[in-house]
């Protein structure tokens, strides 16, 4: 009865952690450059000195699917859409580098170029900032070119390049806030075979009717692990009634 107990709870646990992540791919179906979470299940070991107990149902979001979503085309002069494996450097909330398919980018007032949820885009001189222009253009190998407000010349000017990487090869994890970055730290060196499409935006990769399924069958596994703890509950009553001493 320990056992059953134990065990549904461990599968409760890990079916929590498959609805969340299934939640989360849910409402993040229409956000650019998405990429689906993974979850699924691994040992993990119950151990101590003396005895090698069980082995537990562990779930959690081990990777994403890195396969492309559908690309959209804008016409808007920042948006971007990343060819093959390529992906944007950032910079991420805690300074250090890392890296999205996010193309919706964005230029503040003070010339920063920033992601659609904030992030820093990088250029190969640091964080990307573009001064007053009329016109800006994004090359398809990462070239930034502008012409400079006011200029009557015509002439574009290079004034960066996107930090554009590729992650082939090489080990990376996705965080919570959906950048991704290399596992156990470090950076991704930079790829000049990465390729862009100005103009155009890649969506996210999220299935939603998949999505459904998977969540309808989170919700009745939970209720079979229901079961099993009233189950367990009626056997650990009916044990402790045969149990009981008859009343002379």
Same mark, same amino acid.
Do not use: C
């Given at each position: 009865?320990?056992?059953?107990?134990?065990?549904?709870?461990?599968?409760?646990?890990?079916?929590?952690?498959?609805?969340?992540?299934?939640?989360?791919?849910?409402?993040?179906?229409?956000?650019?450059?998405?990429?689906?979470?993974?979850?699924?299940?691994?040992?993990?070991?119950?151990?101590?000195?003396?005895?090698?107990?069980?082995?537990?149902?562990?779930?959690?979001?081990?990777?994403?699917?890195?396969?492309?979503?559908? !690309?959209?085309?804008?016409?808007?002069?920042?948006?971007?859409?990343?060819?093959?494996?390529?992906?944007?450097?950032?910079? &991420?909330?805690?300074?250090?580098?890392?890296?999205?398919?996010?193309?919706?980018?964005?230029?503040?007032?003070?010339?920063?170029?920033?992601?659609?949820?904030?992030?820093? !885009?990088?250029?190969?001189?640091?964080?990307?900032?573009?001064?007053?222009?009329?016109?800006i253009s994004i090359?398809?190998?990462?070239?930034?070119?502008?012409?400079?407000? &006011?200029?009557?010349?015509?002439?574009?000017?290079?004034?960066?390049?996107?930090? /554009? !990487?590729?992650?082939?090869?090489?080990?990376?994890?996705? &965080?919570?806030?959906?950048?991704?970055?290399?596992?156990? &730290?470090?950076?991704?060196?930079?790829?000049?075979?990465?390729? /862009?499409?100005s103009g155009s935006?890649?969506?996210?990769? !999220?299935?939603?009717?998949?999505?459904?399924?998977?969540?309808?069958?989170?919700?009745?596994?939970?209720?079979?692990?229901?079961?099993? /703890?009233?189950?367990?509950?009626?056997?650990?009553?009916?044990?402790?009634?045969l149990m009981q001493?008859?009343?002379?």
């Amino acid at each position: 009865m320990d056992k059953m107990i134990h065990s549904s709870l461990s599968a409760m646990q890990g079916i929590m952690a498959r609805q969340t992540a299934i939640a989360n791919n849910m409402a993040n179906a229409s956000t650019t450059g998405f990429r689906a979470e993974i979850v699924n299940a691994k040992a993990k070991h119950l151990s101590s000195a003396e005895l090698d107990s069980r082995a537990m149902a562990h779930e959690r979001v081990l990777a994403a699917d890195m396969t492309s979503g559908s !690309v959209t085309v804008t016409g808007r002069a920042l948006d971007i859409a990343l060819d093959g494996d390529a992906m944007l450097s950032v910079q &991420g909330p805690d300074g250090e580098p890392a890296y999205t398919r996010r193309g919706d980018l964005q230029l503040g007032e003070t010339g920063l170029v920033t992601t659609g949820a904030g992030d820093p !885009v990088l250029g190969e001189g640091g964080p990307l900032i573009i001064p007053p222009a009329d016109r800006i253009s994004i090359a398809k190998d990462g070239d930034v070119w502008i012409l400079p407000q &006011g200029d009557t010349t015509g002439q574009m000017q290079q004034i960066d390049r996107l930090a /554009l !990487v590729s992650f082939t090869g090489s080990d990376i994890v996705k &965080g919570n806030d959906n950048l991704f970055r290399v596992r156990d &730290g470090g950076a991704l060196p930079a790829d000049a075979d990465a390729r /862009l499409t100005s103009g155009s935006l890649e969506g996210s990769n !999220v299935n939603m009717t998949a999505a459904l399924v998977d969540m309808i069958e989170a919700s009745r596994a939970w209720q079979t692990q229901v079961k099993l /703890l009233s189950t367990a509950k009626d056997i650990d009553s009916s044990g402790a009634s045969l149990m009981q001493l008859p009343n002379n």
